[in-house]
């Protein structure tokens, strides 16, 4: 009979098939044994860093004549969550309704062995639109939330074919047509971009288009939320200026619009892009132009939307270009003064989106190749070029990001994943890192949610959830989604509170901060002054009058939560 033994990770166990000698321990391995020529092979293994349950049972043996591995494991968590074991770059979910899984070694020999959580409990993407007739359809960059409280994006149009739509959506998922546009004012690229709108004053939106407008390159607009479109400047007019803008716009702190076109700054295949300002009457003009002659070094082809540091100096990323020709980080100054502060190349390379600015004051990016499997990483950075590495999507756990990171309220920075190579799913998925580096895929999309989303980024609502867009699933032409995040898992928090008769508009939420259960309290009240007092569970807090994200405090424990409100002084 087989023989197991409990893993215990950094140590070595053996089983044997009765009347099979020369067995030998392997460091850090498990044997199968019971190959023909009755000779023991040992099998590596790794255990992921997200593992949290326990390894009751694992060991060699053989099924019908193949080498096979079993696992047992003490799962005691959210159904949500998926672990997956790979055994030489087979992989196959665990099923957890079964005491014991037994995974197939492929040959005879050495096979790799491991062991990862996939996915962690308690988030769920849910579709609140999906596009089609005459809605629009394949919407690009993110969605804007507007001074309305409403959501506000960018999708190719159907009713005019060829051109765009620029549509409205609640968190409830009542969408709205804002207007439909011909290609001669500006059109999509079907393939996704980073074309996004931006809120200049209340209502009144600007944005860039990739093709279309009065030579096929593009156009820049505005638009307020009845409808009233204008077209202020078309590109391509000129040899030597931009075409194609695949960014979004940054309105910096002096009033200007900044943006990138991928291609032009010069004639034919000289031009590889520009960096550009306009006002809001479309005067543009051409600051940087990035050229495929010598000066290619400060790189080619910005994809990626800019972003303003607090030096007031512009930020953004090169696809291709620089030293290795493999990327750049650069800056730049209002007026054209540029530098290149960092070459990718070695490790990370070829950077699609542009940065992101963490309320940290440190930058962080992606690239979609390059890193520990070539799958592309996820970097820090600061003004000088220093760049750091968090984190090496492996393929399983993620592929292919070229979307712009985001950060939200949790503390979380979150991306989406356009593949997933997984068994489990190749639609895509959403993944979550800390900014030391701890990575953790979110959820998966399942088509009806939304498909492969490419260039899509995620913005905050109104309600405070996660929001995004996909250009492929739902009917087949793009969702609207949003990112639940299912806390407690399975554990209930219900409030005994003491509010003071006179202190009325007291309001209580919960919310799942930074990884961990908050009560949030919520003071509009006119009969009394501050300062207030928040007692939850016995600990004191004064409460902050000026803070606009609310004043929130952790709970500890599971259960009754006791929240008391205190005005320390009442006025008659």
């Known amino acids: 009979d087989n023989q197991t033994a409990t893993l215990t990770q950094g140590n070595s166990y053996c089983t044997t098939i009765t009347g099979v000698t020369g067995c030998s321990v392997v460091q850090s391995s498990i044997c199968i044994s019971g190959s023909p020529n009755n000779c023991c092979y040992s099998t590596t293994y790794d255990l992921n860093q997200f593992l949290s349950p326990q390894i009751n049972n694992v060991f060699g043996t053989t099924v019908d004549g193949n080498p096979s591995i079993g696992l047992s494991l003490y799962v005691d ?21 079964l005491n014991l899984n037994l995974f197939t070694a492929p040959y005879y020999g ?26 629009g359809q394949t919407p690009n960059g993110k969605l804007t939330l507007a001074s309305d409280g409403n959501f506000y994006g960018i999708a190719g149009s159907y009713s005019l074919g060829g051109g765009a739509t620029i549509f409205s959506c609640d968190t409830l998922g009542n969408f709205g047509i804002i207007k439909d546009i011909t290609s001669s004012d500006g059109s999509i690229n079907v393939g996704g971009s980073y074309n996004s709108l931006i809120e200049v004053s209340s ?19 505005s638009c307020d939320t009845i409808g009233n479109f204008q077209k202020l400047h078309s590109f391509g007019g000129s040899s030597i200026e931009g075409k194609s803008p695949f960014s979004g716009l940054l309105l910096a702190s002096n009033g200007i619009f900044y943006g990138t076109t991928f291609a032009g700054g010069g004639s034919g295949a000289l031009g590889q892009g520009t960096l550009y300002s306009s006002d809001t009457e479309g005067n543009v003009g051409v600051i940087v132009k990035f050229l495929s002659t010598s000066s290619a070094v400060k790189g080619q082809n910005p994809y990626g939307t800019l972003i303003e540091g607090i030096n007031g100096l512009l930020y953004g990323t090169t696809f291709a270009g620089g030293i290795s020709n493999v990327g750049t980080i650069f800056s730049c100054t209002t007026s054209g003064n540029f530098g290149v502060i960092h070459h990718f190349g070695g490790f990370g390379y070829y950077p699609y989106s542009g940065l992101l600015k963490a309320s940290n004051g440190v930058f962080y990016g992606t690239t979609i190749n390059g890193g520990t499997y070539g799958y592309g990483t996820i970097y820090s950075c600061d003004t ?40 489990y799913s190749d639609f895509g998925g959403i993944f979550r890192i800390t900014t030391d580096g701890n990575y953790e895929l979110v959820q998966y999309f399942n088509y009806s ?8 980024g995620l913005t905050t609502g109104s309600d405070n959830k996660i929001y995004g867009l996909s250009t492929g699933g739902g009917l087949g032409t793009g969702t609207i989604y949003q990112l639940e995040i299912v ?86």
Request: aromatic share 14%; with cysteine.
């Open 449 to 456: 949610n939304g498909l492969n989303p490419t260039y899509n």
């Open 77 to 97: 968590d959210s159904p949500n969550t998926v672990y997956r074991v790979t055994v030489n770059s087979q992989t196959t979910a665990f099923n957890k309704n």
């Open 203 to 221: 209502g009144i939106f600007y944005g860039v288009l990739y093709e279309g407008g009065d030579y096929t390159f593009g156009s820049l607009f």
């Open 487 to 572: 806390v407690n898992s399975g554990c209930t928090y219900s409030a005994t509170t003491n509010i003071p008769y006179c202190l009325t508009g007291v309001t209580f939420t919960t919310q799942w901060i930074n990884n961990t259960p908050h009560v949030c309290v919520d003071i509009n009240n006119n009969s009394t002054q501050p300062p207030y007092e928040v007692t939850v569970d016995g600990t004191t807090y004064l409460y902050n009058t000026a803070s606009l994200s609310g004043n929130c405090y952790p709970i500890t424990g599971c259960g009754q939560i006791n929240v008391s409100v205190c005005s320390t002084e009442i006025t008659q």
């Open 384 to 423: 000088l070029g220093n760049v750091g590495y968090l984190h090496s999507f492996d393929g399983i756990e993620g592929a292919m990001v070229n979307g712009e990171l985001f950060e939200s309220p949790d503390g979380f920075l979150y991306g989406t994943l356009t593949y997933v190579l997984s068994d």
């Open 110 to 135: 050495n096979n790799n062995f491991s062991i990862r959580k996939d996915l962690i409990e308690g988030y769920n993407i849910n579709s609140i639109h999906q596009f089609t007739f005459p809605d």
